[in-house]
């Protein structure tokens, strides 16, 4: 089934180590969004790419980094991670940029912070 | 409007009873609409959806209403079921620049049922 798939889904990291989540879609879509979901929030958009192009949220702060080598694979970069980073982490893509194509999320990986 | 709380509001249903499931959005230019069902441990799935110049739109056993006059949206499930628990967010889809659209997610609402 096409899907948006992300690995892995629990990630532990500490105070400070780098570490990357990844996200890939089989759905060929143009657009990928990541999304920063706290314990009983709203997820909340950190960034997200249209083809190539790179669209960043204001107050996405600067710890946070996104590749996205080709169309089906984005990363999201934690440069330091903090405790205050730890939350699910969500992926999520859409066919384009018309305001009806659906966003389609992945599972999610829940970061922890030791 | 963006969430800010940490504690979810909850509805507790009967198993076989309907749920009605409120949103409040703030921004009247807002011309498109979502609600998306997550359960524990996973990401959020897409529900139903409605554009502005509808007040109502049903799916299978869920329906929309929208009422623009007052900037709210209600999620109806009829003849809730165990496998309706979860969280339900509504979120506003709006075109960002050219280059995607933004989902604003309302606050969320828990769902339990008992059975």
């Known amino acids: 089934d096409a899907m948006v798939i992300q690995n892995p889904r629990y990630q532990v990291t500490q105070f400070g180590k780098p570490v990357t989540l990844s996200c890939s879609q089989t759905?060929?879509?143009?657009?990928m969004y990541w999304y920063q979901q706290k314990s009983s929030q709203a997820p909340k958009l950190l960034f997200h790419y249209y083809d190539k192009d790179f669209n960043n949220e204001a107050d996405t702060p600067d710890n946070f980094q996104s590749r996205r080598p080709n169309t089906s694979f984005c990363f999201l970069d934690i440069r330091s991670p903090g405790l205050g980073d730890a939350a699910m982490y969500l992926c999520a893509t859409s066919r384009g940029p018309s305001l009806t194509d659906t966003q389609y999320f992945g599972p999610g990986t829940r970061l922890t912070v030791l | 409007g963006e969430n800010v709380g940490l504690h979810l509001p909850t509805l507790s249903v009967q198993e076989g009873d309907n749920s009605i499931i409120n949103c409040a959005y703030s921004n009247s230019a807002s011309d498109y609409f979502i609600w998306y069902k997550q359960e524990s441990g996973k990401g959020p799935q897409f529900i139903i959806d409605?554009?502005?110049?509808?007040d109502k739109r049903q799916g299978q056993r869920v329906t929309v209403l929208l009422n623009k006059t007052v900037k709210h949206l209600s999620l109806q499930i009829a003849a809730t079921q165990p496998g309706d628990s979860a969280v339900y967010f509504c979120a506003e889809n709006m075109p960002f620049k050219a280059a995607g659209n933004k989902l604003t997610f309302g606050g969320g609402t828990r769902v339990l049922v008992k059975p």
């Open positions: 409605i554009r502005s110049n509808m």
């Open positions: 759905l060929n879509h143009n657009v």
